[in-house]
């Protein structure tokens, strides 16, 4: 068995979210923590654009109007409205072996637990491959964009859906320091909400992506028939990850250096126009 960081934090900002992954990154890049498995939530509500994401995609009125906040992942992918679901993300240096490799080889170990996760919560899950959709930023941090605005319409490699629905949706950056892999579980909730922070050329135009949606993405509740709590959904992931992936998690909290990395990254990138809106 390997040991890992279990790391739990209460629900956050966006911005934060995204700085505390990067922080971690930056410290098991140094040597200076353990690879970290993550779980987390986000409050309030939040839209986060990937990496190369056009920031003209998102509709700013409609999204103050609902006091929804925005921020960009480091990783790739489209857009997500982060809101009663469950979040995780996997942190470990390039050399880890659960990591290793390329691509397609490191994302076919996490989806692996990821199967087992939403399995043991009663789920009749499968996994699809689609080998050359993978939401990944390289170490060059180059990625095309596509045009479709929304993570949980596109197809990904290793796919987890539930009745032909995606459930999962993840991403992934690979940088010198090492890997990081974050995803969402949506686990109630209208998940067509998020089209009405982005933009639509008509009224029409949003309720065909809307209705699109709800043909190709599920939630926890929609697809069991009954509400499962974060706690619940967490404790499933645990369980998953170790079983699968031979590790050992012990729950440890931030170090004061990751806190005050967290702090500076929120100020200086991810709360801040010059990478909000670069793209």
């Not at 990937?50 to 992918?77: C, K, M, Y």
Request: with cysteine; net charge negative; aromatic share 6%.
């Amino acid at each position: 068995m390997t040991l890992w960081r279990l790391l739990i934090t209460s629900p956050a900002r966006g911005a934060w979210n995204m700085a505390l992954d990067e922080s971690i990154l930056e410290h098991i890049g140094r040597g200076e923590s353990l690879p970290t498995l993550r779980l987390y939530a986000w409050d309030p509500a939040c839209l986060s654009l990937g990496h190369a994401q056009p920031f003209s995609d998102v509709d700013t009125t409609r999204l103050n109007e609902r006091g929804w906040e925005i921020v960009r992942r480091a990783t790739g992918g489209r857009a997500i409205l982060h809101t009663d679901e469950l979040t995780y993300s996997v942190i470990a240096p390039n050399d880890e072996p659960r990591v290793a490799g390329s691509v397609l080889e490191s994302y076919n170990r996490l989806a692996q637990a990821l199967l087992l996760a939403v399995k043991n919560l009663d789920l009749p899950v499968e996994m699809k491959e689609l080998v050359g959709h993978v939401s990944e930023v390289p170490a060059g941090g180059n990625v095309t964009s596509t045009i479709n605005p929304v993570c949980f319409e596109v197809p990904s490699a290793y796919e987890i859906t539930v009745d032909g629905k995606k459930l999962i949706g993840s991403a992934q950056a690979r940088k010198k320091e090492g890997v990081l892999q974050h995803g969402s579980l949506p686990l109630t909730g209208d998940l067509t909400r998020i089209c009405q922070a982005l933009v639509f050329e008509s009224e029409s135009a949003r309720e065909n992506a809307s209705a699109r949606l709800l043909t190709r993405a599920a939630t926890v509740e929609s697809a069991l028939g009954r509400e499962v709590s974060w706690e619940t959904a967490a404790q499933a992931f645990i369980c998953a990850f170790e079983a699968q992936l031979g590790l050992s998690l012990e729950r440890r909290d931030l170090s004061e250096s990751e806190s005050r990395r967290t702090d500076e990254l929120v100020k200086e990138k991810y709360d801040h126009p010059s990478w909000t809106e670069r793209v």
